[in-house]
């Protein structure tokens, strides 16, 4: 009989570690308290549009005062970018000058990073502006779901 047969025993699938199942929780805790995905989209626009600043391209423009704009725009917009991840108090504020300077950028950093960038830090600025942190508590959550029995209905 091999080991692949029924009964044999079968290799046990890779748990994680508990510490790393808390660190997993922990992250995610941390994450849905703040706009993480809409800082996070604008810090990628902002850094693809540094990334493609210098970019070796024909298509590439210089503009305004040496390119000091192609280069400020988009830096500005990693920093906002993180502050909305790392200060989600301020988030509108932080959201509305993410959309203004992904706009600009239109004019300043070669097209708005070729339309990736400004796309990007667009999207990311409307998803933080938009961002409500949950009234319920993850656990709180899931052990009103389990209570609920499936299938009947509400009055």
């Known amino acids: 009989m091999t080991e692949h047969e ?11 570690a508990p510490e790393r199942r808390g660190a997993r929780r922990a992250f995610r ?3 849905r308290t703040r706009p993480f995905w809409g800082g996070l989209l604008v810090t ?10 210098r970019a070796s391209l024909k298509d590439t423009m210089h503009m305004g005062l040496y390119g000091l704009g192609g280069y400020l725009v988009p830096v500005l917009l990693v920093i906002l970018g993180l502050s909305l991840i790392f200060d989600p108090l301020h988030r509108t504020f932080y959201s509305v000058l993410s959309l203004l300077f992904s706009v600009a950028s239109w004019m300043t950093s070669n097209l708005g990073g070729f339309i990736i960038g400004m796309l990007l830090a667009m999207a990311g600025a409307s998803l933080a502006f938009g961002w409500a942190e949950s009234q319920q508590p993850e656990e709180e959550s899931a052990s009103v779901q389990e209570k609920e029995p499936e299938g009947l209905p509400t009055a």
């Open 6 to 16: 029924e009964g044999a025993p079968g290799v046990p699938e890779a748990q994680p």
């Open 29 to 31: 805790h941390w994450r």
């Open 44 to 53: 990628l626009g902002g850094g693809e549009m540094l990334a493609l600043y």
